[in-house]
Structure formats: C-alpha cells, structure tokens
C-alpha cells in the first residue's frame, strides 16, 4: 500500500492486488491516516464496478462522521451509480477540487 501525504490529505494506492486484498489493508492501515482527507485511487484496478465501489461505503461514513473528505478515483464508475454518501470522482484533480470545497464548507460551519 503506498501513502503520498500533500498538506492534510492522503492519497491511498496499490498495485498488484485484488480489490478486497486492498481494502482489507486499508481498513488495518487506517489509522495511520484517519485524520487526514483521504483519496482512494482506483486506478490500479482493471475492472472495478459500481458493487465493487459500494464496499468503502463503511469506511467513507465513518471517516465523514470524523469532518474529513474521503474521495474515491476511477473513471469506470460514475457518481451516478453509487449512493450520495459515496464521492465518485473520474480524476486526481478533481479529487482535489472537491476536498477543498469540502474545507471551506466546513470552515463556514455548512
């Protein structure tokens, strides 16, 4: 599993595994981490479906629950097809973008 931390967020990746292998290690690392904004870069993983995105719904309304933005990155699934609670974006930028309008919501207190 490899952690890039830029300011308070980090960007979660792995190579070579399967899906469940790398949640699995993400939910034992996460408390390394749990005090950061999180992205979660998908784009290791070939084939990844919309069912596969539902299995970080736990570990995204937990770490919400904690005021921080867990963002999930593939562009083989839309936000479209997964539930509000889970942020779906198709770049690291993007990613980016939204963990900063995220900050400042909840700067303003929204």
Sequence with gaps: MIFTKEGNTTIVFQENITLNVFLDNLNKEYSK???????VNLFSFDAITANDVLEFLHLSNNHRALKKSFVLVTNKVSYDDVPEELCVVPTIQEAKDIIEMEEIERDLDF
């Excluded at 981490?33 to 992205?39: C, E, L």
């Design 33 to 39: 981490i749990n005090k950061d904004n999180i992205i």
